[in-house]
C-alpha cells in the first residue's frame, strides 16, 4: 500500500475572517523563517491589526492545512477583479510548516488549492524564488512551467534575490 492510498492525517478548509488569529500567527512565522520565498515582510505585516489579518481571508481564497486543532500550512489564492484577468489565479503565501515537510503534506495542499482554482480560472500564475530549489522541484512535480526570470525581484539590504514565473495550465484558451 503507498502512502497515497492511505487517509491523509491532516484535514483541510478554506479559512474564515473567523480565523484570522490562527492564519495570522503561522504567515508571520513564515515571513520570519523564511524572508527570501515571500514578497512580503515579517516587518510589515507584524504591524498589521487582525482585521487586516481577516480581511485578507475574506478577499482571497486561502486553504489551511490542519493536524488535529493545529494550523500547519497554508495557501492562498488571488482571484483579479479585472474581468479580463479573472482566468488567471495567482498562488500566493504557500506555506508549510518544517516539522511537516516530508510528509506529502505540501503536495497535498498543493493539489487542493490547484482543484480549487479549476472550479474558477484557467492557468494559475505563481513567483518562486530562485534560491528555493526545493519549491521549484514542488510546482514542477506538479505541473508548473517557468516562463520567465525576474532579475532582482526582491531586494533585501544589499543583496538582491530573483523570482521564477512559473504557470499551470488548467483549460485550454478557447479559439477566439
Do not use: C
Request: a neutral charge; aromatic letters at 10%.
Amino acid at each position: 500500500m503507498t502512502h497515497t492510498d492511505q487517509p491523509s492525517p491532516f484535514s483541510f478548509r478554506r479559512l474564515l475572517a473567523s480565523d484570522a488569529s490562527t492564519f495570522q500567527q503561522l504567515r508571520l512565522e513564515s515571513l520570519r523563517n523564511h524572508p527570501e520565498a515571500f514578497s512580503a515582510t515579517w516587518e510589515e505585516e507584524r504591524l498589521q491589526p487582525l482585521v487586516w489579518f481577516a480581511e485578507r481571508l475574506e478577499n482571497s481564497v486561502v486553504l489551511g492545512a490542519w493536524r488535529g486543532d493545529s494550523l500547519v500550512g497554508i495557501a492562498g489564492l488571488f482571484v483579479p477583479l479585472s474581468a479580463r484577468q479573472r482566468h488567471k489565479n495567482v498562488l500566493w503565501g504557500f506555506y508549510v510548516q518544517p516539522r511537516e515537510r516530508g510528509t506529502g503534506l505540501a503536495r497535498e495542499l498543493l493539489d487542493r488549492i490547484i482543484s480549487q482554482a479549476a472550479t474558477r480560472a484557467e492557468e494559475i500564475l505563481l513567483n518562486v524564488a530562485a534560491s528555493n530549489v526545493p519549491a521549484q522541484r514542488l510546482y514542477k512535480k506538479a505541473g508548473f512551467q517557468e516562463y520567465g526570470l525576474e532579475r532582482r525581484a526582491f531586494k533585501t539590504g544589499d543583496r538582491y534575490d530573483d523570482d521564477i514565473l512559473m504557470s499551470l495550465t488548467l483549460s485550454p484558451a478557447q479559439s477566439t
